[in-house]
């Protein structure tokens, strides 16, 4: 699970920004305060660990949703000499071997499980060399297991030509090594200053040592190249990695265990961590801020039909496929939010299907139509509703149906009456518990009447008074962040709850206080 992310330069956002997350986070701010940047960078982020390509326009979650405009229109008032950084924090549950490697001879046999959390930080830049110009995942920095100091150092080469390695600096004094690896690290030590070149020691400035590793501040830290099919400061998590050798050479027998023992380190630690992040995000489901009105005649059961998640068309697909379930779940909310009308599937036959085909139970000749039920057997279609239905069922269905991962949702309270905000607070609580805290929920939005509900239930929670149906909710499962404008740059602030759901520090101007000056 992803529990923080870090941006600078990225946007509205000028100066590092942190914004903690928790199984259910919510971004709260005024209009063009930043609070989309947020999942924006997270839908940025997936594209830079998976392709490994920055300047990016539509992403793979967003679809034709979302348009974030390349590079210039990214980095902090378009200024291309800025570099742009995103840092992620995130656990690592899953095993760090990828390729099948023989871990029995392995300095750190224990590794998998001595690592339970990863960091990785990405640098992007734009940069000018006479065989490339435009913006690079120009460095890349992971550590582990919460500690602040970088375990390896990534950087792209000086000229970034076809084929140019890509250089690494591993932090051989992090505390992840400890006393009984420090024989085998001496021996990294001896090959890398034996070799020269490229495989060296090498004071910082150096001819072979790109600048971005300088952030290391020790230069007697050893210095490896890799390739990589890739123009960036991440390799490829799809291909094992190869350490090379100054000019092409072979490695000797001795150095040959060394540099399976350098290889074998920097896939579990870069790879096997970045590709938990990258598995973290791929499953992610991204909800725009409009979802889509389905049109007349599309809520038929078309196979191979292919529709997206950000403009809410997934969610109608998955009603119309479920058999009984998921609609069942989806009506049973629609009732608690007092929504006013229920979700029903009609089963048509197809003209064309034979009688014959029919009686034996031919379910391939048969045609599904969705509709709502409004009352009084009244059927329609949901383009014939308010708008507020068509925005709210794509919520309801994700907040259902969404594997353990990632939800970011824009506005789920958009055309929706009050009330049915308020009851919304109860669902992302139940869809952000109900797996165990295993699930995450990134939630923008501008609606008082959620977040009340929210620190209602806290308070109920407290008091041991839940009504039959409510599920607890305590901090831990929850993080509220404020974003507001300074200036011209965005600034991220956390507004923590006590455990009565009560407000630790007062809440800005412009939310709560306005009801209040309705009424008095």
Not at 46 to 59: K, M, N, P, Y
Not at 119 to 139: H, N, S
Not at 149 to 170: M, Y
Not at 244 to 268: A, S
Request: proline residues 5%.
């Amino acid at each position: 699970m992803l529990t923080a992310l870090e941006l600078e330069n990225f946007k509205g956002i000028a100066g590092r920004q942190r914004i903690d997350l928790a199984p259910l986070t919510l971004l709260f701010g005024a209009n063009s305060a930043g609070k989309s940047t947020i999942l924006q960078a997270l839908l940025y982020l997936h594209e830079l660990v998976e392709r490994g390509s920055a300047d990016v326009d539509r992403t793979e979650l967003g679809g034709s949703v979302l348009e974030l405009g390349g590079f210039v229109r990214l980095v902090h008032k378009h200024e291309v000499e800025r570099p742009i950084i995103l840092r992620a924090e995130f656990a690592t549950p899953g095993g760090l071997e990828r390729f099948g490697r023989d871990l029995t001879d392995f300095i750190l046999p224990d590794l998998d499980d001595e690592v339970d959390s990863a960091w990785l930080e990405v640098t992007i830049r734009f940069r000018t060399t006479p065989t490339f110009r435009g913006p690079i995942v120009d460095a890349a920095t992971v550590g582990v297991n919460g500690h602040d100091e970088p375990l390896v150092w990534l950087a792209t080469g000086s000229s970034l030509r076809d084929g140019e390695p890509l250089f690494v600096r591993v932090n051989v004094k992090h505390p992840i090594f400890g006393e009984t690896a420090a024989g085998a690290i001496d021996e990294w030590t001896r090959v890398a200053v034996s070799r020269g070149g490229q495989l060296s020691l090498i004071e910082e400035g150096g001819p072979d040592v790109p600048d971005q590793l300088a952030a290391a501040d020790d230069p007697s830290l050893p210095v490896f190249a890799l390739s990589s099919s890739l123009r960036s400061a991440l390799p490829s998590l799809r291909e094992p990695l190869r350490v090379l050798m100054p000019g092409g050479d072979e490695p000797t027998h001795r150095e040959e265990h060394v540099v399976e023992e350098v290889r074998t380190f920097l896939e579990m630690i870069v790879l096997g961590t970045t590709s938990q992040l990258a598995s973290f995000l791929r499953d992610a489901l991204y909800i725009g801020p409009l979802r889509t009105i389905p049109p007349r005649g599309s809520l038929y059961e078309r196979r191979g039909r292919a529709t997206s998640w950000a403009d809410g068309l997934a969610a109608w697909d998955l009603l119309l496929a479920d058999r009984l379930t998921l609609v069942e779940r989806t009506n049973n909310w629609l009732r608690r939010l007092g929504a006013g009308c229920q979700v029903t599937v009609q089963q048509l036959f197809d003209r064309g299907a034979e009688a014959e085909e029919i009686s034996e139970g031919h379910i391939d000749k048969t045609v599904r139509r969705l509709l709502l039920e409004t009352g009084g057997g009244s059927l329609v279609l949901p383009s014939e509703v308010g708008a507020g239905i068509s925005q709210v069922i794509p919520v309801i269905v994700a907040a259902l149906e969404g594997r353990i991962g990632l939800t970011l949702i824009e506005q789920p309270e958009i055309h929706v009456h009050p009330a049915v905000q308020v009851g919304l607070g109860d669902l992302l609580i139940d869809a952000a518990t109900r797996e165990g805290s295993r699930r995450l929920l990134l939630v923008e939005t501008h609606s008082e009447h959620l977040l009340l509900r929210l620190m209602k239930r806290m308070r109920e929670t407290a008091d041991d008074g839940l009504p039959e149906g409510a599920r607890a909710v305590r901090p831990k499962d929850v993080s509220i962040m404020i974003v507001e404008k300074d200036g011209s740059r965005s600034i991220v602030r956390q507004m923590p709850l006590n455990e009565r759901g009560e407000l630790v520090k007062a809440w800005p101007g412009g939310f709560f206080e306005e009801g209040l000056k309705e009424v008095f």
